[in-house]
């Protein structure tokens, strides 16, 4: 069965490319621009995997990751794409904290590919 992933992401373009490069590899897409929306895919879809950007307007993600764990007591293994360096203090579900300037797609299609 294919294996979907929820890109939690507001820059634009950089949610397409994320998209884009990790549907080649044949997973399910769902997209969100930031967390209240992503809660909202939540509610109506299953993902098995989070890609989760910090500062995004309306909900960031260190709010979504809390609501995620404590209000809807989801355990979803992801990974933290950001630009802000200084990332820690996230649960067991998040794998990695990666540096969205210092990666290249391939290579987030890489972990994800790791981690599923």
Do not use: C, W
Request: no cysteine; aromatic share 6%.
């Amino acid at each position: 069965m294919m294996k979907s992933i929820l890109v939690v992401e507001d820059n634009k373009e950089y949610r397409e490319l994320l998209t884009k490069r990790l549907s080649q590899d044949g997973y399910t897409m769902l997209v969100a621009q930031n967390g209240k929306e992503a809660l909202e895919v939540l509610k109506k879809d299953h993902t098995d995997f989070i890609l989760l950007d910090l500062l995004m307007p309306d909900m960031d993600g260190i709010s979504f990751y809390y609501q995620l764990e404590h209000i809807l007591k989801k355990s979803i293994p992801m990974i933290v794409l950001t630009n802000v360096v200084d990332a820690a203090g996230f649960g067991k579900d998040v794998k990695e904290v990666l540096v969205k300037s210092n990666i290249s797609l391939d290579e987030v299609a890489g972990k994800v590919k790791e981690y599923l």
